[in-house]
């Protein structure tokens, strides 16, 4: 049967997907043009057509994965709640969960843009996106009185520092920490940085969004 023909878009698309899953897989040192080309039955030449190197698809597919744990991070930061409980769902949806692929992709990330100009450049700007959608909503919580935090950027960065920690040691040394002390860290974490009495850790989630949060798991990355 003959392949489907697929507009540009479409293709780049097929291809960064198969990107994605090549480099959870493999890695991104091991992984090769001709890995993506063989897991869509394609040649190297037409991923070359995309992407004129490995280092551009890799780089390509690390954002592409990126940018919808960018997009669900918008949308639970901008739900019409309080602060406090969109900053927790999303405290929660990010920190792992157990489900480590999708850290493990981050990670892949993180220790090839030592070596790769350009990806630490997508890496980075990414970071800073996630950051910023965190401080916004902290302070927007800080005017309104709902909290104390007198440098929600300083916040933003503490939280997401503790979270990714826990994510690198959790995803090496796997089973190290259960689901409900991730989340109960995560909580405390937020508290901390919120002025929030330690007590409160789990007031204002309702059990629609912890539904919403246990049911995500993981960011793709990040």
Wanted: glycine fraction near 8%; aromatic fraction near 6%.
């Amino acid at each position: 049967m003959a392949r489907v023909r697929l507009s540009v878009a479409e293709r780049r698309e097929e291809l960064l997907r198969a990107a994605v899953e090549q480099i959870e897989a493999r890695g991104v040192a091991a992984v090769r043009i001709a890995d993506v080309a063989s897991a869509l039955g394609v040649s190297n030449a037409l991923v070359l057509y995309h992407f004129s190197s490995k280092e551009q698809l890799v780089a390509a597919a690390f954002a592409h994965a990126a940018e919808a744990d960018l997009a669900h991070l918008r949308r639970l930061l901008g739900r019409r709640s309080t602060a406090v409980r969109r900053l927790r769902a999303a405290v929660r949806w990010y920190a792992p969960t157990g489900q480590a692929k999708g850290w493990r992709l981050w990670i892949e990330g993180w220790a090839a843009s030592l070596r790769d100009p350009e990806l630490r450049r997508v890496a980075a700007s990414l970071d800073q996106e996630w950051k910023a959608a965190l401080t916004r909503v902290i302070a927007e919580g800080a005017e309104a009185g709902e909290f104390r935090c007198t440098d929600p950027a300083a916040a933003a960065w503490r939280l997401t520092a503790f979270l990714d920690g826990l994510a690198v040691q959790t995803t090496a040394y796997a089973g190290s920490l259960s689901r409900t002390a991730m989340l109960r860290w995560a909580d405390a974490a937020l508290d901390r940085e919120l002025n929030l009495p330690e007590e409160g850790g789990s007031v204002g989630v309702s059990t629609s969004v912890g539904e919403d949060v246990a049911g995500d798991g993981v960011p793709a990355v990040g």
